[in-house]
């Protein structure tokens, strides 16, 4: 039984889908943040839940500190 239950996963790419896969194995339920360039990659498909990040590139949305924290406390 995993202590684990829910991870926000804040990368992109094959580096996020590699953690999906896993958590899933393990029985972690995955969330995912995402810019809206990166909507339709796999990561974002086969995450359990997935939230729209915002900033005026990729960068700044992945870096903001706040609406990540807002999105955990959503989430759970």
Same mark, same amino acid.
């Given at each position: 039984?995993?202590?684990?239950?829910?991870?926000?996963?804040?990368?992109?790419?094959?580096?996020?889908?590699?953690?999906?896969?896993?958590?899933?194995?393990? #029985?972690?339920?995955? +969330?995912?943040? *995402?810019?809206?360039? %990166?909507?339709?990659?796999?990561?974002? @498909?086969?995450?359990?839940?997935?939230?729209?990040?915002? #900033?005026?590139?990729? +960068?700044?949305? *992945?870096?903001?500190? %706040?609406?990540?924290?807002?999105?955990? @406390?959503?989430?759970?």
């Amino acid at each position: 039984m995993a202590i684990i239950k829910k991870i926000l996963i804040a990368n992109r790419g094959e580096i996020a889908v590699r953690i999906i896969k896993t958590a899933k194995i393990m #029985g972690i339920q995955t +969330v995912v943040i *995402y810019h809206e360039i %990166d909507a339709q990659t796999l990561p974002v @498909r086969e995450a359990d839940q997935a939230f729209e990040v915002f #900033g005026a590139t990729p +960068v700044a949305a *992945y870096l903001d500190v %706040d609406g990540i924290l807002a999105i955990c @406390r959503r989430t759970g």
